[in-house]
């Protein structure tokens, strides 16, 4: 493990946030964010109700220069202080992640500096050690719009995966069900906030709830709403309030009796002596209904309940950084060769969940 503080360049372009940042990891192994710039595109894909590829990868290309540019000046450092350059290579948006990929391996070539492909799930994973100095190891539970894992984290590069979804991943899921509501994107948001005002009294089904294995799938409860949005039509304001309180609280049961699950789990692998800690990342993690049925099954189960801050829960380039220097502290770098990684398991040797689809 180098014991000199390193100072790495993140770029993160594998959704529809063009983002870089600037981290240090100090010779204690604790980390500082120097500079953290996030440029969404919401408004470029918001009338598609979803993001379109081929427009985020052309608007990675016209933003990623101006954002990396902002990150050096912001951290107040020159490019002869970068001990590494670290971007997202997957899983993600195939196009997208050619850009930062490219972008970070001409600079550590030019630098010559160490490269670090990233893997944009282990970077969620580890963030919690740049916000909370988190030792590990811990149960995560990575929620977002394209991923719903349960994950145990034993080590920079050491993941079990304890479940996953079967379907729709959970922001996925709010995402659906408020356009299935008309309203905006992204739905979660727009979910939450209905929900404030609703009522949580229409019956939703909780799939999966009870099962062993803490695995995921929503689909069948997205199709539930449809159903009972189809029977009120035409929607006034108080249902949708209502059906968007009773989505969230149906989505909170079984958050928190999965993570109940993978919490049994956790314990049963690694001992009762284990730290326990469960870790929420991803951009769901913004949910204040869901943060506090996880507040209350950590405090029921004896867990430290550890959410990094939201600008750090969401995509961004201050955990691809983070990653990248842990890697690099412990002499993992890529070559040049490293490929842009639609799909990138972080347990490649997990079972395949009975009855999966390509999300899994
Ligand atoms: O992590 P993230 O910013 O991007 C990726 O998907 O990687 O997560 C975005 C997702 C979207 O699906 C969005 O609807 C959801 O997180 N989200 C929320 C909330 N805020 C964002 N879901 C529920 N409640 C929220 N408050
Ligand atoms: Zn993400």
């Known amino acids: 493990m180098t014991e000199r503080p390193l100072t790495v360049l993140g770029i993160e372009t594998s959704c529809d946030e063009t983002a870089a940042a600037v981290v240090r990891r100090h010779a204690d192994g604790h980390g500082e964010i120097l500079s953290n710039v996030v440029r969404a595109q919401l408004d470029l894909h918001a009338a598609y109700g979803g993001v ?15 954002a990396i540019k902002q990150a050096l000046a912001d951290a107040g450092l020159g490019l002869e202080a970068i001990d590494g350059v670290a971007a997202a290579a997957g899983p993600g948006l195939i196009g997208g992640l050619i850009v ?17 492909a990233v893997n944009h799930l282990e970077a969620h994973a580890l963030s919690a050690g740049l916000t909370d100095g988190l030792g590990f190891p811990y149960l995560l539970l990575l929620v977002s719009g394209g991923h719903t894992q349960l994950l145990i984290v034993k080590e920079v590069g050491s993941y079990e995966r304890l479940g996953t979804t079967l379907d729709d991943a959970l922001g996925e899921a709010f995402d659906k069900a408020a356009k299935l509501l008309g309203l905006g994107y992204p739905g979660g948001p727009e979910v939450e906030a209905h929900a404030a005002r609703g009522r949580a009294v229409i019956k939703l089904p909780r799939p999966m709830l009870g099962r062993a294995e803490p695995h995921f799938s929503l689909a069948g ?58 870790v929420v990342a991803g951009g769901v993690a913004a949910n204040q209904r869901l943060r506090a049925a996880l507040e209350d099954l950590a405090r029921s189960r004896d867990f430290r309940l550890v959410v990094p801050p939201p600008a750090l829960c969401t995509d961004n380039a201050a955990m691809i950084a983070w990653a990248g220097a842990e ?34």
């Open 52 to 66: 379109v590829p081929e427009i985020a990868a052309r608007a990675h290309v016209d933003l990623l220069d101006p």
């Open 221 to 278: 409860l997205k199709t539930a709403l449809r159903h009972e949005a189809m029977n009120r039509a035409p929607l006034d304001a108080q249902t949708i309030d209502d059906l968007c309180a009773s989505f969230q609280e149906a989505v909170a049961d079984v958050v928190s009796d999965r993570t109940g699950r993978a919490m049994d789990l956790y314990e049963e692998r690694l001992g009762p002596e284990a730290p326990r800690a469960l």
């Open 100 to 116: 930062g990929l490219t972008t970070a391996k001409a600079m550590a070539l030019g630098l010559g500096r160490p490269f670090l």
């Open 327 to 360: 890697r690099l502290a412990r002499g993992l770098v890529d070559d040049m060769a490293a490929a842009a990684r639609a799909r990138w398991p972080l347990d490649p040797d997990a079972p395949p969940a009975l009855g999966a689809g390509v999300k899994a």
